[in-house]
């Protein structure tokens, strides 16, 4: 194995990780920007309700997406295994 297929694997595992990540990160951050807001505009600083509602989205996130996250790694996975094998 040279360089290049080394450089290419770890060029793909950051890809799958952005994938995979970035869904429920930006959903996250935009649930916390939205309830930040609404909690400063109330004056009501209960830091359960960010929690709770980051809790939910996340949660719904990976019922919604997790069968294509688990596609998307497994696909990854039986790359790298292939690779190995020749």
Same mark, same amino acid.
């Given at each position: 194995m040279d360089l290049a297929n080394v450089? %290419? +694997?770890?060029? %793909?595992?950051?890809g799958v990780a952005l994938r995979l990540g970035g869904p429920v990160?930006?959903?996250? +951050?935009l649930v916390g920007v939205?309830?930040?807001v609404f909690q400063a505009v109330t004056?009501?600083?209960e830091q359960s309700i960010g929690f709770m509602l980051k809790?939910?989205?996340?949660v719904?996130?990976?019922?919604i997406g997790g069968?294509? +996250?688990?596609?998307?790694l497994q696909d990854f996975t039986l790359s790298l295994f292939e690779l190995i094998a020749s």
């Open positions: 450089s %290419d +694997m770890l060029r %793909d595992a950051v990160l930006i959903l996250t +951050m939205i309830v930040a004056q009501i600083h809790l939910i989205v996340v719904g996130v990976l019922l069968g294509w +996250m688990l596609e998307t």
